[in-house]
């Protein structure tokens, strides 16, 4: 049969956003403006926070409501060195080498990248500083 490579040219042509990312549609990382950096399922930038330890959050209440978690149901399959960690609040976060990681509420529009180097402690997510 020839559903096979028809559904294959179907599913690449259908995910041209995908084809030069490392992740999948929930999480990946893109070049977007000459930059290459991690976005979430909605293409907006993901961040980390320098005084996150491996494996865990430090950042909840107010922290949270400027720099919400990527979050994402426990089970969610996700691609090469992403993985989801368990909050203190029980929610599944998105990790990249176990470094958590977050949207920044200043950034409105797919591209912003307004919340690398705040405070001197959230960076861009880019793949190649882990």
């Known amino acids: 049969m020839k559903l096979i490579p028809l ?7 259908a ?7 490392h992740g999948n549609e929930f999480v990946h990382s893109r070049t977007n403006n000459g930059q290459l950096y991690m976005m979430y399922q ?5 961040y980390t926070l320098d005084d996150d330890p491996i494996g865990s959050s430090t ?4 922290c949270a409501q400027n720099w919400p978690p990527a979050l994402l149901p426990e089970g969610t399959p996700l691609g090469e060195n992403y993985s989801l960690i368990q909050r203190d609040d029980g929610r599944f976060q998105v990790a990249f080498k176990s470094h958590p990681l977050y949207l920044f509420s200043g950034d409105t529009s797919i591209g912003e990248t307004n919340g690398d180097g705040v405070d001197g402690l959230w960076r861009l997510a880019r793949p190649e500083l882990f």
């Open 7 to 13: 559904l294959t040219a179907t599913l690449t042509l």
């Open 15 to 21: 995910s041209p956003a995908l084809a030069d990312s």
């Open 42 to 46: 909605s293409h907006m930038s993901l």
């Open 59 to 62: 950042c909840y209440g107010d």
